[in-house]
């Protein structure tokens, strides 16, 4: 997976010309899993292996939900795989006509998987899945593409009691970028730097 991303640029490193994030922070990756549904053999790829994940990790559900907006195209895909139901959670409610913030038919007491396309703090995933639960639902769990493997992320989950599983994370991507020399020996360091403590690493680092 790791090496799809990097291959199709859906992830880059840029270790000396950091990224903004919205946060503020300074990044030295970016990350952009949309990117995976223009390409046929990645696309198949990711719904096979996002559906394995689902078998091999939960019971089947009833439903698999998708997170806006990313999760949304993979979650369909998936569904489709399984042959089952698929709905949509949005960011915030629909500020119009039934001001809905779950899209789809789904009831209570369902069973639901949710799909994301990425996982950095967990909180716009685990918002989602708490929307879920409000709406009567049993969440088994979440799967998605990549995830930064943050601590905060990690205990955010724990927290919800809301197991996740993704198909890539950080320190396999370095590894494999790495290994294909996307990244020199030199750059390694500074990039497992910035996942320890990605809201000062800019100004640690002194990078403008």
Known sequence: MAEFLLQIKAIKLQPTKPFIWASGWKSPIYCDNRLTLSYPKVRTFIRQQLTKAINENFELPDVIAGVATGGIAHGALVAQELGLPFVY????????????LIEGKIEAGQTVVVVEDLISTGQSSLKAVKS???????????VSIFDYGFDLAINNFKEEKCPFYSLSDYDSLLDQALKNEYISAEEVEPLRSWRSHPESWGAALKIA
């Open 132 to 142: 879920l639960r409000e709406s009567g639902c049993i969440v088994k769990g979440l």
């Open 89 to 100: 959670i949005r960011s915030s409610a629909k500020g119009h006509g039934m001001e809905n």
